[in-house]
C-alpha cells in the first residue's frame, strides 16, 4: 500500500489537520539499489525542483536529514549574519 508507515496512512501532498498551513507531507520516497530517491512531483512543483537540479543533504545522527535547495540555507544563513551584526555581537 502507497505512503503507509506503520499501517499509518499518509496524506500525498496534502494539508494534514493540526499542522501549521505551510507544512506538508508529501508521502514516502523508497530508496533504490544505487541509494536513487524519487522526491514526489508535489514536492518538487511547491518547492521548484528541476532535472539536474544540485540539493543540499544535511544530516544529525539524532534528528535526521534534511534535503534543501542550497540557496535556501545560504539566505537564512545571511539573515543570521544580518541579526548578529544588528545586535552588535558580530564584527
Given at each position: 500500500?502507497?505512503?503507509?508507515?506503520?499501517?499509518?496512512?499518509?496524506?500525498?501532498?496534502?494539508?494534514?489537520l493540526?499542522?501549521?498551513?505551510?507544512?506538508?507531507?508529501?508521502?514516502?520516497?523508497?530508496?533504490?539499489?544505487?541509494?536513487?530517491?524519487?522526491?514526489?512531483?508535489?514536492?518538487?512543483?511547491?518547492?521548484?525542483?528541476h532535472?539536474?537540479?544540485?540539493?543540499?543533504?544535511?544530516?544529525?545522527?539524532?534528528?535526521?536529514?534534511?534535503?534543501?535547495?542550497?540557496?535556501?540555507?545560504?539566505?537564512?544563513?545571511?539573515?543570521?549574519?544580518?541579526?548578529?551584526?544588528?545586535?552588535?555581537?558580530?564584527?
Amino acid at each position: 500500500m502507497k505512503n503507509v508507515i506503520g499501517g499509518i496512512h499518509l496524506p500525498s501532498g496534502k494539508h494534514v489537520l493540526g499542522m501549521k498551513k505551510a507544512r506538508h507531507i508529501f508521502g514516502t520516497a523508497k530508496v533504490g539499489e544505487r541509494g536513487q530517491i524519487v522526491i514526489p512531483k508535489d514536492a518538487r512543483e511547491l518547492y521548484g525542483i528541476h532535472p539536474g537540479d544540485t540539493l543540499l543533504i544535511l544530516g544529525d545522527e539524532e534528528n535526521g536529514m534534511i534535503v534543501t535547495k542550497p540557496d535556501v540555507l545560504s539566505s537564512l544563513a545571511e539573515r543570521i549574519l544580518d541579526q548578529i551584526g544588528k545586535e552588535g555581537a558580530y564584527p
